[in-house]
């Protein structure tokens, strides 16, 4: 690309995950602690909120799209919480089921768990770095 037509990265937008039943996927993200920002059923997508930015994750209903089952070979949405562990503990309790047991990271702690789907969906915290993470 030439110095002319090279553009600047501003940020995030939203991330697009393929669900196969908008109302079930806003219930299970619902039950995982995810507030629903707008819902256009007629057009099948819903978007949730991540923290107080204006993107966040935009559930996009594809017809015939069924359940994966993770761990597939395709990227994964991380966002950062303040405690991953306790992240984890409240998942569990709302019936969401957890890849795997928290596991510490270089900067603290990381859980991840997937959609009915396949979409997998990690959450991070920054407890052994904080100055890195968004509440120093």
């Not at 553009?7 to 619902?30: C, H, I, S, W």
């Not at 959450?123 to 770095?129: I, M, S, W």
Request: aromatic share 10%; charged share 25%.
């Amino acid at each position: 690309m030439s110095d002319d037509e090279s553009y600047e990265l501003l940020g995030f937008d939203n991330v697009l995950l393929p669900v196969g039943d908008l109302g079930r996927a806003v219930e299970f993200y619902g039950r995982a602690g995810f507030a629903v920002g707008f819902r256009l059923d007629e057009a099948g997508i819903a978007q949730l909120k991540v923290g107080a930015e204006t993107p966040g994750i935009l559930l996009c209903a594809e017809d015939g799209f069924g359940h994966r089952p993770p761990p597939w070979p395709f990227p994964r949405v991380w966002l950062e919480v303040a405690d991953a562990r306790a992240a984890a503990r409240g998942l569990t309790a709302a019936g969401v089921e957890l890849l795997d047991a928290p596991s510490p990271a270089a900067t603290g702690w990381t859980v991840e768990f997937a959609d009915p789907w396949g979409n997998v969906i990690g959450l991070t915290d920054y407890t052994k770095r904080p100055e890195l993470g968004r509440r120093p």
